[in-house]
């Protein structure tokens, strides 16, 4: 897939809200300060006018966050969860639309889950996928911040995921948003997963 077109398509507060339209979705997850952010700006090629908003803050992001691609798919950027700073009540509130989000919304086609590679998979991660494979969403895991690793480490990291996981090979990916190293396969996955929703 070639990323032709981007913008900005609108952000959704409440759990019970739906986007208008029939496009298929593919929402990014993960915890805060995983790198969400700035791999969606490489995934998407805009590291020089970012879509979504990089910060140095954790759990920056309180809303599904759209993003209208090629005029084929959206690509939803759900809110860092795990933010201890945050207070419990706007937890509460950020895992009701997350939740409410996976699981009500009929145009989603899978999650692209992001894992910090420099640290084993939490408690959190490992209870997102297997809420994510109860309920039969597709799942691609994204090992971010890869170029941190040496490569004995990265084979290491990769084991690690599929064995906490209970997950396949072929569902984690190595990527970094520094070097675009995963930017092609994981463009290719998310063809896949919109692709299966065209034929």
Request: glycine content about 6%.
């Amino acid at each position: 897939m070639k990323v032709r077109t981007v913008e900005f398509a609108g952000s959704l507060f409440e759990s019970s809200a739906r986007l208008p339209g029939d496009l298929p979705q593919v929402a990014f997850s993960g915890r805060s300060n995983v790198g969400k952010s700035s791999l969606i700006n490489v995934l998407l090629r805009r590291t020089r006018k970012k879509l979504a908003h990089v910060s140095a803050t954790p759990g920056k992001t309180r809303s599904l966050n759209f993003y209208l691609v090629n005029d084929r798919f959206f690509l939803v950027d759900l809110p860092g969860f795990g933010f201890a700073k945050a207070s419990s009540r706007v937890r509460k509130s950020w895992k009701a639309l997350v939740e409410n989000y996976l699981v009500g919304e009929p145009k989603l086609r899978g999650v692209v889950h992001l894992v910090d590679a420099r640290h084993d998979p939490t408690v959190i991660d490992l209870e997102m996928v297997e809420f994510l494979a109860e309920k039969g969403l597709p799942t691609l895991v994204v090992l971010t911040k890869m170029d941190k690793l040496k490569h004995r480490a990265r084979e290491r990291t990769v084991a690690t995921a599929v064995e906490q996981m209970k997950i396949d090979d072929d569902q984690v990916l190595s990527c970094s948003s520094k070097t675009g190293e995963g930017r092609e396969e994981l463009l290719a996955a998310l063809d896949d997963l919109i692709g299966a929703d065209e034929a």
